[in-house]
């Protein structure tokens, strides 16, 4: 069968299963936008691999930030996306992290052509958008959250299926008419390719980081996370007599505000671009404490990735999440420590992160338990049966 598997973003398990598919035996492009600036995976194959990789869109720097201009790119990125589909005339199209005026274009000219397609709902945008009007946005975005609420419905209902990666997904599905049809099979992250790491390794001394223990954020850092909370965090643990560095690898909005704040706080920062994805394991391992924002906005309907790579790495997680959350059941499952999203939060997370660090043996504990939960939970090929299954029945 010819797959062809869309991810936005370009994430490594999206990526993963990809490989896992044409190892299969099925013919798998895998296409991502180039010009998206994130943690990306492993997106080149390797002597032995049948799969093919695609950036589409360009190589151009996208700016998430200027709207206007974002919605024209993102809808002509639509009319790339069926190009695209037409050049390598799949069986079956699966799509991942796709804006939503891009879904709509994608889907109008897929139900013209009559070709298959499955939605890997990652995000309600729609309900995102939502609670972050009048907060972080323009209560004008009020108007756009029922727009895209409208057209994320019309998209569900023209797939062939749907996979969604939490349960808390399923009831927004059957407001819309579409849970017969919608699968529920949680992210992950590569266990095999994410590997707890030394602490002191090639990479750490590479960027010149000191002996203090550090806390390190890897991901995006955009409307859904606090970027405040990681330099108070790190100034609330200095100020309990445990010095620490903060460790920031992201791109985007949230780098002036990190470095005026950890300027004004007295923090030691190392802030970093996204670091090549061979690098992942070594930037995870660097870490004492790693840590995970998701803003209460976000609330069910949306999984930090993060987190499953943090656990990968088998390290102690502090997560300034939502409880309601699965990133935050996974994380207290393991011992370590979740709290509310919130700056009043703050100073509880610098005793916890205190504490742990004064106890070397709880730390490998807790570090221990999230790698074992990983390799649990993260098992490749279950997944992929799920999803090959799915996909040959919408080819069909």
């Known amino acids: 069968m010819k797959i062809l598997v869309h991810d936005h973003s370009g994430h ?72 695209h589909v037409r050049q390598v005339n799949p069986d079956v199209v699966m799509l991942s992290n796709v ?48 727009m895209f609420w409208q057209a994320e419905r019309w998209c569900s209902r023209r797939a062939a299926a749907v996979v969604v990666i939490a349960d808390s997904f399923v009831p927004v599905h059957e407001l819309w008419g579409t849970a017969d049809k919608t699968t529920v099979i949680p992210n992950w992250a590569p266990v095999d390719e994410i590997t707890p790491r030394s602490r002191d390794n090639e990479w750490s001394a590479l960027q010149g980081l000191t002996s203090k223990p550090r806390l390190v954020y890897s991901g995006t850092l955009g409307l859904k996370h606090n970027p405040h909370l990681l330099t108070r965090l790190a100034a609330a643990v200095s100020a309990l ?13 949230a780098e002036p505000v990190l470095r005026s704040d950890a300027a004004a706080l007295g923090v030691d920062l190392t802030l970093l671009p996204f670091q090549p994805y061979e690098s992942l394991p070594d930037v995870l391992g660097a870490g ?32 300034f999440v939502p409880s309601e959350n699965l990133a935050a059941q996974l994380i207290e499952e393991t011992g370590g420590c979740v709290l509310s999203p919130e700056e009043s939060s703050v100073a509880a997370g610098a005793e916890w992160v205190r504490d742990l660090l004064a106890d070397p043996a709880r730390a490998a504990q807790v570090g221990k338990a999230s790698r074992a939960l990983a390799e649990r939970e993260f098992e490749l090929s279950g997944c992929a049966d799920r999803f090959e299954k799915i996909l040959i029945a919408a080819a069909r």
């Open 241 to 253: 007599g445990t010095e620490v560095d903060l460790v920031v690898v992201t791109a985007g909005a």
């Open 288 to 319: 004492d404490v790693l840590v995970v924002l998701l803003e209460a906005d976000a609330g069910a309907f949306s999984v930090p990735s993060k987190t499953l790579s943090y656990l990968c790495a088998g390290r102690p997680i502090i997560g």
């Open 99 to 146: 804006q939503i005026p891009t879904m709509v274009i994608f889907a109008a000219i897929m139900a013209v052509l009559r070709r298959p397609w499955i939605l890997w709902h990652q995000d309600i945008y729609a309900i995102a958008l939502r609670k972050l009007a009048g907060t972080k946005l323009s209560s004008k975005f009020r108007v756009v959250a029922w």
């Open 12 to 83: 490594p398990f999206q990526a993963e299963l990809s490989r896992e598919l044409a190892r299969r035996g099925h013919e798998v492009t895998h296409s991502y936008v180039a010009g998206y600036v994130s943690g990306k995976g492993r997106l080149s194959a390797v002597p032995g691999e049948s799969i093919t990789y695609v950036g589409i869109g360009g190589d151009a720097k996208i700016e998430q930030g200027a709207y206007a201009k974002r919605l024209g790119r993102e809808v002509l990125r639509g009319f790339q996306l069926v190009r």
